[in-house]
C-alpha cells in the first residue's frame, strides 16, 4: 500500500539553524500538507501546496518558513532559523484531491532544537 | 471559525469491552468531512475513519464505528472488542474544501487486559 514516507525520522539542531524537512508523499496526491505537533498538544495545521504554490497557511507559519516542491517526488519544509519553540514533531500528509479530503500522514520527523 | 472539541482527556477500557469517544465540532459550512485518527506511542496518525457530512449513514470500519449527529455537531466513535493494539491518542479532526484540518486536542486510550 502506497505511504507518505518522511526524512530524518529525528533531527538535533542548534537554534538560529537553517533545518529542512523531507517528505515524499504519495505518488498519485495533488495537495500537500505541513502539520506541526508540540509534545503533549494537539495536530496545528502548517501549510497546504497544491500546483506548485501554497493554497492556504495558518499563522504559525510565519516568514521562516517556507515550502518547495523541488522535483516531481519531493515536499520540503524548510525552517530558516530554528527558534527552541519550533521543537515538535513535523508531521507531512496528502491527499488525492481537495474535494476527498482524506489526507494521508508520514510517520513524522521530530525536530529538537537546542 | 470551525472548532473541534474533546471533552474526554483520558478514557480507559477493560480488553473485549466498547467504548465511546467523544467529539463534537462547531460550523457553519454544510459540506465538510469528519475523521478519527489514532496516534500509538510511535506518534504516526493513522487513518480510522471518516464520515462526510451528507451521508445519513453512519461509517464503519470493521470494529470501529461512528454515531454521527449532525444537527448536534457531534461525531462519537464506538470501538468494539477493544484489543490492547487499540490503546493509542485518538483525534478528532474536521475537513471541508475551504478550511484547512482542525484537530481536537486528543483522547488517551488505556486498554486494560
Known amino acids: 500500500e502506497p505511504e507518505v514516507t518522511q526524512t530524518p525520522s529525528h533531527q538535533v539542531t542548534q537554534m538560529g539553524q537553517e533545518v529542512i524537512l523531507r517528505c515524499v508523499p504519495i505518488?498519485?496526491?495533488?495537495?500537500f500538507y505541513w502539520y506541526r505537533q508540540i509534545l503533549g498538544q494537539k495536530v496545528e495545521f502548517l501549510v497546504s501546496f497544491y500546483n506548485n504554490e501554497i493554497s492556504e497557511k495558518s499563522e504559525i507559519f510565519d516568514d521562516q518558513f517556507s515550502v518547495e516542491r523541488p522535483d516531481g517526488s519531493n515536499f520540503t519544509l524548510k525552517i530558516r532559523s530554528t527558534k527552541l519553540e519550533d521543537s515538535a514533531m513535523y508531521f507531512c500528509?496528502?491527499?488525492?484531491?481537495?474535494?476527498?479530503?482524506?489526507?494521508?500522514f508520514g510517520p513524522g520527523t521530530r525536530l529538537t532544537v537546542l | 471559525a470551525q472548532t473541534v472539541t474533546q471533552s474526554q482527556p483520558e478514557m480507559s477500557v477493560q480488553e473485549a469491552e466498547t467504548v465511546t469517544l467523544s467529539c463534537t465540532y462547531d460550523t457553519s459550512e454544510s459540506d465538510y468531512y469528519l475523521f478519527w485518527y489514532k496516534q500509538p506511542p510511535s506518534r504516526q496518525m493513522i487513518l480510522v475513519i471518516r464520515?462526510?457530512?451528507?451521508?445519513?449513514q453512519n461509517a464503519t470500519e470493521n470494529r470501529f464505528s461512528v454515531n454521527f449527529q449532525k444537527a448536534a455537531k457531534s461525531f462519537s466513535l464506538k470501538i468494539s472488542d477493544s484489543q490492547l493494539g487499540d490503546a493509542a491518542m485518538y483525534f478528532c479532526?474536521?475537513?471541508?474544501?475551504?478550511?484547512?484540518?482542525?484537530f481536537g486536542a486528543g483522547t488517551r486510550l488505556t486498554v486494560k487486559p
Open positions: 500528509a496528502s491527499s488525492e484531491s481537495r474535494t476527498t479530503d482524506t489526507q494521508y
Open positions: 464520515q462526510e457530512a451528507y451521508k445519513q
Open positions: 479532526a474536521y475537513g471541508s474544501n475551504n478550511n484547512d484540518m482542525r
Open positions: 505518488s498519485n496526491h495533488l495537495y
